[in-house]
């Protein structure tokens, strides 16, 4: 079965940037909405940034918007989430799958924003 394949965290500090990636080779990316969650220690984890199947319209949660932009590349099984200004409180692993949750949990991608 396809796992969601996360990649692109790393170690930053406060107000720096990080794309990160999940790619899905051989799953029908292109009929699915996508969203990115994150789970940070000793929490549940959450959703965070949502795109749509048809007109690509992306929701986000609060503490995400407008710092963050989730974006997809059908031609490539991809989905993207570009963090900018990043803040201490974005530590965590990143994770994404469906709207529907089709797909197994991935192994997440760590980012971790510290002075």
């Known amino acids: 079965q396809v796992q969601p394949v996360e990649s692109g965290g790393g170690l930053v500090e406060p107000g720096e940037s990080l794309r990160l990636s999940c790619a899905t080779p051989?799953?029908?990316?292109?009929?699915?909405?996508w969203r990115w969650y994150r789970q940070a220690p000793g929490k549940e984890r959450e959703q965070i940034a949502a795109?749509?199947?048809?007109?690509?319209?992306?929701t986000y949660r609060d503490p995400v918007k407008g710092r963050f932009i989730i974006s997809r590349d059908n031609a490539k099984n991809t989905l993207y989430l570009q963090m900018n200004n990043l803040k201490p409180e974005d530590t965590a692993v990143y994770y994404c799958?469906?709207?529907?949750?089709?797909?197994?949990w991935g192994q997440g991608t760590q980012v971790t924003v510290s002075s």
């Open positions: 051989g799953f029908a990316f292109s009929k699915y909405g």
């Open positions: 799958n469906t709207l529907t949750n089709l797909l197994p």
């Open positions: 795109i749509s199947t048809l007109d690509d319209r992306q």
